[in-house]
């Protein structure tokens, strides 16, 4: 099975704040995606890679950034954290005939 | 974009019981899967079913694609069963999944 793993459960910071959350697969799969879960808007795409250094905007991309260095791992960047930030984060990994695979998510919050 | 609706938003069932959850979507679809959101937050994969019929254990679901709906059928429910199911479609080089807004499934004891 694939393995997505999250580096955080849970994460508290203060506004201002560069905040990095980092997601690791295992399955050599050369697509990845960063989504946040908010209540009453559901999942939405913020970005995602489709191969090393490449990436693409999703549906709201702004106040984030990304970065993919080696094929397993892809972070999540919030520059300057707001509170408007706080939310479930999800990365996923999916495959041509296999489906999108989600991590076990990062509920951060800013103060 | 395409447009996922799932039925019904809220559903409590005794310990036991079965239920049948229904996705509707707008257009042909590449991919569609069911997830199950545990009461952590972490969505956990179902089934991949694009079409046809799939079973595991107490789940199974089924898509007709040519009608742009799939069901998932949980039977003997349990507690642990409760969280939210949603569906979730992508198409062809859209590089996004689309979610419905999910069911919110109950197993009282």
């Known amino acids: 099975d694939v393995k997505v793993t999250q580096s955080s459960r849970y994460l508290v910071k203060r506004t201002g704040e560069k905040v990095f959350l980092e997601c690791v697969q295992d399955m050599d799969h050369e697509n990845m995606f960063w989504y946040r879960q908010d209540p009453g808007l559901g999942l939405r795409l913020i970005y995602f890679s489709y191969d090393v250094k490449m990436k693409e905007k999703g549906d709201i991309p702004e106040g984030y950034s990304v970065s993919r260095e080696k094929k397993?791992?892809?972070?999540?960047?919030?520059?300057?954290?707001?509170?408007n930030q706080t939310s479930m984060y999800l990365c996923a990994t999916n495959r041509v005939a296999y489906g999108y695979t989600f991590g076990s998510g990062t509920r951060l919050t800013v103060v | 974009g395409i447009q996922v609706e799932q039925s019904p938003p809220d559903l409590i069932l005794q310990e036991g019981a079965n239920s049948t959850l229904r996705c509707n979507f707008s257009d042909s679809v590449n991919n569609l899967q069911w997830f199950h959101q545990n009461p952590w937050g972490q969505l956990i994969n179902l089934f991949y079913i694009p079409s046809g019929t799939k079973q595991n254990g107490r789940l199974s679901a089924t898509t007709v694609a040519t009608e742009r709906y799939s069901l998932l059928y949980i039977s003997s429910s349990q507690t642990t069963d409760s969280g939210v199911y949603f569906c979730a479609v992508d198409q062809t080089g859209a590089n996004n999944l689309f979610f419905g807004t999910g069911t919110r499934l109950t197993v009282i004891p």
Not at chain 1, 72 to 83: D, K, N, P, Q, W
């Open chain 1, 72 to 83: 397993e791992r892809f972070s999540l960047i919030l520059e300057s954290a707001s509170t």
